[in-house]
């Protein structure tokens, strides 16, 4: 008995063995079967997308892709956008150009420059007759020794008192008055064609190129007149300044360069006025310079006056160049009633002394009120800076 029943359990050990690995395989062919199916079923709903529908989808993304003139208008409508953004400051930053507390300062100087340079004819008249009186004096002394030696006095230069042909120049009412719009900082083609479809003359000052408007000259070039906006140094509140600004702290040479720079560029254009320059034209060294160099390469200054305390005139006195400054800015606030005010004082400014210098910027508020304003010069003459009557 014993030997039947251990026979029994070494035949039932093999048949357990064969069952599980034949389960295994099963398993095996199972899984596999099934990650087929579903691999197979994708690969059928990706045939299953119809053909047209593709065909709708690429049309729909290559006619997102701009045409070449669409390019040109996004590009320049971008460039337009940076402009006015360039110019969105903060009040404590904001552009020195754009101040109506510099106006202030200006009027407020110059009532106060009139009363003390009366105040100082009246001494000086005073000064100079006790002058004559000891001069008198000393003559009768040295006549007794018959001495003929004349006496000299040295006359102290004084700069209220410099004469250009701007302060001589008398306006004949019976002429039409003269008005200059100048528009600084103009870089793009866009800004040079508004400008040129309002249909009387504005003249137009050029920022130098650099590699965010790279083409600013060349687009001068075509214009019968134009100027170039000379980059100077500015005070520490401003914060957009352009690359190659002149500095109060660069020698004679490097401003000559730039100046020669300029030249070469821009071989067309005569006048050139400050872009900035609060603290360089003030600066006596500096202005001096630039003048020398100017007078080199045949520029003739026009002083944007951005600070009240500008030695620009007496500059051109000494190299002997016309004295040209800016009346006002129009869009000090760029707000369309107060631009059109602006340049309405301008016009009032015109009629009172024969002529005006208003400068403005390319912002799309300026270039509309100059658009809409074209009625309001049935009284004055539009010209280009160098028609001015004065020259």
Not at 149 to 177: A, C, G, L, Q, R
Not at 248 to 273: C, F, G, H, M
């Amino acid at each position: 008995m014993n030997k039947k029943k251990s026979r029994k359990r070494t035949n039932i050990t093999p048949n357990k063995k064969l069952i599980n690995i034949f389960l295994i395989i099963f398993l095996i062919a199972f899984l596999a079967t099934v990650a087929s199916y579903f691999t197979m079923k994708n690969k059928d709903s990706i045939k299953d997308i119809p053909t047209e529908v593709k065909v709708q989808e690429l049309k729909k993304k290559v006619s997102l892709i701009p045409k070449m003139a669409e390019l040109k208008e996004f590009k320049d409508q971008a460039s337009q956008e940076l402009f006015e953004e360039k110019f969105d400051i903060k009040e404590e930053h904001k552009f020195e150009e754009y101040t109506k507390e510099l106006e202030q300062v200006i009027d407020e100087k110059m009532e106060l420059e009139e009363s003390i340079n009366k105040e100082n004819e009246i001494i000086q008249k005073k000064v100079e007759e006790i002058k004559e009186e000891k001069l008198k004096e000393k003559q009768k002394d040295k006549s007794t020794d018959n001495s003929k030696e004349p006496i000299k006095v040295k006359d102290k230069i004084d700069e209220k008192s410099i004469i250009t042909n701007k302060d001589t120049f008398t306006y004949d009412k019976k002429t039409k008055p003269k008005i200059v719009i100048l528009i600084d900082d103009v870089t793009t083609q866009a800004q040079k064609d508004k400008i040129l479809s309002m249909g009387y003359k504005i003249n137009m000052a050029f920022l130098p190129p650099t590699k965010t408007h790279p083409d600013s000259a060349k687009i001068a070039q075509s214009l019968s007149f134009h100027m170039i906006h000379f980059p100077m140094q500015a005070s520490s509140a401003f914060k957009g300044e352009e690359i190659n600004t002149l500095k109060i702290t660069d020698s004679y040479e490097t401003i000559e360069k730039r100046v020669k720079q300029l030249r070469e560029w821009y071989p067309n254009a005569i006048y050139t006025n400050n872009h900035t320059g609060s603290v360089f034209t003030e600066n006596d060294e500096a202005v001096d310079k630039l003048f020398r160099a100017l007078k080199k390469y045949n520029f003739i200054f026009v002083d944007s006056r951005t600070s009240a305390k500008s030695v620009a005139k007496k500059y051109a006195k000494k190299y002997d160049m016309p004295y040209i400054v800016r009346n006002t800015f129009i869009d000090n606030d760029r707000d369309y009633k107060s631009i059109e005010n602006q340049l309405k004082k301008a016009i009032e400014i015109a009629k009172r002394q024969g002529y005006a210098i208003a400068i403005g910027h390319p912002h799309n508020v300026t270039l509309e009120v100059l658009k809409d304003s074209k009625h309001l010069f049935k009284e004055v003459e539009p010209i280009f800076m160098n028609q001015l009557p004065y020259l």
